[in-house]
């Protein structure tokens, strides 16, 4: 796991600039920096590396394939590379000349022999490559299947996105994180406003946008190949997908399912257990997070299964009794006969973080358990320099409420017409949400306990938008949603995006199975994977998920979304494979996840903090920011009247982003 960054100028190559651009990133990388130069044409590659496989300097980067015509900057790990390196010795016999052990010299022996594509076809891992051919003088920039690894790219100067081309002027710029180039003395980052609504509504940048304008996530799965001509004429190519989840999940629905819920459960069990094992791979230290959830105890119990040791586990536990899942954890792991340590942490150590956030994630992002998610990581990070986690378990096997809920609410709400519907919902929300809860708390002085709601009010007016949805697609949207109404929040912004336009429709796709993809897509790689990512990179520890193993992901998609969804309960193959490994009594409770208290921390210990950022000259700064809607909803808030943490957050985070990285605005 590393940092990688570059340019490709006009002019000639300047190491110091891309020295300058790694330091950047120095978190990603810490135990070495390298840099290379292709001084006719001006191209730079930089690299900090973290050291996991072979730590001697044979796995310094940027390297050189064996043959001369490659170079590459590669962040990321492929667990597979030995079985390749057989079958390259196997295809070449002696030509081969292995320098040193590491994946990234087997990566560029393989690109030499098979090309770019067909590589990255054989490669399971997680990876982000910057690769630079010298007979053809062309850049190749590219990701792994599920975008675990980030890689942004675009013009110093850029100027939008038309088309799917990226356009600009000024040099070529790539790296793991925008920060990287940012540092580019020609950077001219200008606010990418047709972004924010998403963000608002979704607490990330999703997709391939950007909140700069004129630069690009390469998608997922997806790679990129880049002339000089495209850099002299401003304009780079669309991607071209080398692998897409959704053509994977067709090929797995078109073999034989797994009918059985036994078979289901055999075939999980070794295709898990296999990822599990290929992730174990280390010159390192190595453990795992141990949450007591049903992913992260399975991914555990697994490493066990096969470690003559005892693994090495780590749980946080919290001051806020609320938040922390420790006994659980400890439970566990005692059962398993791991090496299990709990972190103890405060809530003042992660409201002390707040401030670094837009530092740590230099792209907007809101999704508040990034906190706990930091905390948890630098934690580990004191022990371990890679740790295996549980994510990704849900969107394979159906584990978020919105995958039982949704079908079954929409299968009634159907049946009445949507005008009626709509009637209704306008009844419903024509009383503030406050309103319904101070009647709520008039009618418990007489009302049995059993019927009393904390949130009432809350809770009818979701219930409100649930009616208004026009499809079941869009009732998903908007469960999805943090925001609703971004555009509310907006000057000028129009109209809402219509909830039908978020997600596409799929043919040959059950709603479950289109949830479950949408998920996979959308929410995995723009929020789970970024916070992942980000948060333990910036302690320097490396976080491997096993559920994105190409063979778990097929196995997955050959089980029925019934199964999945057997009995009522979310994400059964998966419960009934951890009961072979852990006591039932142990793993049933309610689901807890990385949850912090926002509601009361925005209205105490970070009040001080929000209204610094809601100052008139703060929100000016931002002016397709309605500043009297933010401010009214901020007000609303410290009177308890609603529940709008999370829209706020998203606010809030903006603005701090803003404060720090101060784009410029178009």
């Avoid at 079958?87 to 087997?106: A, C, K, N, P, Y």
């Avoid at 100027?159 to 070529?172: A, E, K, M, Q």
Wanted: neutral net charge; proline residues 6%; contains cysteine.
């Amino acid at each position: 796991m590393c940092g990688i960054t570059g340019f490709w100028g006009h002019s000639a190559p300047q190491e110091n600039i891309a020295r300058h651009m790694a330091s950047q990133i120095i978190h990603r990388g810490p135990d070495d920096v390298g840099t290379w130069c292709e001084e006719q044409v001006g191209l730079n590659l930089a690299h900090r590396r973290l050291s996991i496989l072979d730590l001697s300097p044979a796995g310094h980067q940027p390297m050189h394939s064996a043959c001369g015509r490659y170079v590459m900057a590669f962040n990321g790990e492929i667990y597979n590379h030995l079985d390749i390196r057989r079958e390259l010795q196997e295809v070449e016999g002696e030509q081969v000349q292995w320098r040193g052990h590491s994946d990234t010299e087997t990566l560029l022996q393989a690109v030499a022999h098979w090309g770019i594509e067909e590589t990255l076809k054989r490669c399971v891992g997680m990876l982000a490559i910057a690769l630079w051919d010298r007979k053809t003088h062309t850049l190749t920039l590219a990701r792994d299947r599920f975008g675990e690894k980030p890689l942004y790219y675009g013009f110093a100067q850029g100027v939008g996105n038309d088309d799917g081309d990226i356009t600009g002027r000024g040099p070529l710029l790539f790296g793991s994180e925008l920060k990287a180039l940012m540092a580019h003395p020609e950077w001219q980052g200008t606010l990418a406003t047709e972004a924010l609504e998403g963000y608002l509504r979704f607490g990330c940048v999703g997709g391939g946008a950007c909140i700069f304008q004129g630069v690009a996530k390469l998608p997922p799965g997806s790679l990129l190949t880049i002339t000089h001509a495209n850099v002299q004429a401003g304009r780079l190519p669309a991607p071209v997908q080398w692998w897409s989840a959704e053509q994977a999940a067709r090929a797995a629905m078109a073999e034989p399912p797994l009918a059985s819920p036994e078979a289901a459960i055999d075939a999980v069990e070794k295709a898990l257990g296999n990822a599990v094992r290929s992730r174990m791979l280390s010159d390192v230290p190595l453990g795992a997070f141990l949450s007591g959830g049903i992913d992260s105890s399975l991914i555990v119990a697994l490493m066990q299964r096969q470690s003559e040791h005892p693994v090495r586990t780590f749980s946080v536990g919290f001051d806020d009794a609320r938040y922390d899942e420790s006994r659980h954890a400890e439970a566990i792991a005692s059962h398993l006969g791991t090496q299990h340590l709990t972190l103890n942490a405060t809530s003042t150590m992660a409201l002390d973080l707040v401030p670094s956030l837009p530092e740590l994630y230099d792209e907007p992002f809101a999704d508040s358990s990034q906190l706990p998610t930091a905390l948890v990581s630098r934690l580990t990070r004191e022990h371990v320099t890679v740790a295996l986690s549980g994510d990704a378990g849900d969107e394979l096997f159906g584990g978020y409420n919105r995958h039982l809920w949704v079908p079954r609410i929409w299968h009634n709400l159907k049946r009445l017409p949507l005008p009626a519907r709509r009637a209704l919902a306008m009844t419903l929300k024509a009383i503030p949400s406050h309103r319904y809860d101070a009647l709520m708390r008039m009618g418990g002085r007489v009302m049995p306990k059993r019927f009393q709601m904390r949130t009432f009010g809350e809770k009818l007016h979701k219930l409100a938008a649930v009616l208004e949805s026009s499809s079941e697609r869009a009732l998903f949207a908007g469960v999805a949603s943090m925001n609703r109404q971004p555009a509310a929040l907006m000057n000028n912004a129009g109209q809402n995006a219509q909830p039908e336009a978020l997600f596409p429709a799929l043919a040959h796709f059950n709603s479950v199975e289109w949830m479950l993809l949408m998920d996979t897509l959308h929410y995995m790689v723009d929020d789970v994977l970024v916070k992942v990512d980000r948060a333990s990179m910036a302690s320097s520890l490396e976080v491997r998920v096993p559920f994105l193993d190409p063979e778990v992901f097929h196995t997955a998609w050959r089980i029925s979304a019934e199964t999945k969804l057997k009995d009522g309960q979310g994400k059964w193959v998966l419960s009934q494979l951890l009961y072979r490994h852990v006591p039932r009594e142990l793993i049933e409770r309610p689901k807890m996840g990385f949850a912090v208290p926002l509601d009361d921390w925005l209205r105490g210990p970070l009040r001080e903090w929000a209204e610094s950022l809601l100052t008139p000259a703060s929100l000016q700064a931002l002016p397709m920011l309605n500043a009297y809607k933010v401010r009214r909803l901020w007000q609303a808030h410290l009177k308890g009247q609603g529940h709008h943490a999370q829209q706020l957050w998203a606010v809030l985070q903006l603005l701090a982003w803003q404060r720090r990285w101060r784009p410029s605005l178009p």
